[in-house]
């Protein structure tokens, strides 16, 4: 079993999870955002569901320049409403699951970049940018989204067993989601 295949388990537990969060992503709060600093709803859930996509990006390219010199800026898919946006999670999902199912320990283990206007933020193991940039990174924005959904009063999901809102009877109601 390769290292792409061992990570499949919680690679698909993961996306699950995700997928309930993303299915109660409300329209009609798409713009809503909790601080002026803060990105909407919509912009938070459309990058949790993108970012799946760069799993398959980072095995199969070398490095990626977000802000090249001279060049245009990275540019995520425009997703304007739930359906839009569980249709791009799945899209991504679906070629992110391929390319774990199928890349080799060599290159999992190659070297991959990270740059902004040709400056290097990160090289790492492709394995270590897998687990981090992307799963990691995806996990802690999930969770962002379910403190969003919080504050508009969205039921938050269990992701790791019963949320608040999902409390089983006779439970004090003290969930950890």
């Given at each position: 079993m390769t290292i792409g295949q061992m990570m499949l388990d919680e690679f698909d537990e993961e996306m699950k999870n995700t997928r309930r969060v993303l299915e109660r992503c409300p329209d009609e709060k798409w713009?809503?955002?909790?601080?002026?600093?803060?990105?909407?709803v919509g912009w938070l859930a459309g990058h949790v569901a993108t970012m799946v996509g760069w799993l398959?990006?980072?095995?199969?390219?070398?490095?990626?320049?977000?802000a090249p010199v001279g060049g245009p800026g990275f540019q995520p898919p425009?997703?304007?409403?739930?359906?839009?946006?569980?249709?791009?999670f799945d899209k991504?999902?679906?070629?992110s699951r391929a390319a774990l199912s199928t890349v080799s320990d060599a290159e999992m283990m190659k070297h991959w970049k990270l740059l902004a206007g040709g400056q290097e933020i990160f090289n790492l193991p492709r394995v270590a940018c897998i687990r981090g940039m992307v799963l990691n990174h995806h996990i802690h924005h999930r969770a962002q989204l379910t403190v969003?959904?919080?504050l508009i009063g969205v039921a938050v999901p269990g992701l790791y067993g019963p949320s608040a809102d999902e409390a089983q009877p006779g439970a004090d109601g003290a969930a950890a989601n």
């Open positions: 713009n809503w955002k909790p601080h002026e600093k803060s990105g909407t398959p990006m980072t095995i199969n390219t070398q490095e990626f320049d977000y425009k997703i304007g409403n739930r359906k839009e946006l569980l249709a791009e991504n999902v679906a070629e969003y959904y919080r």
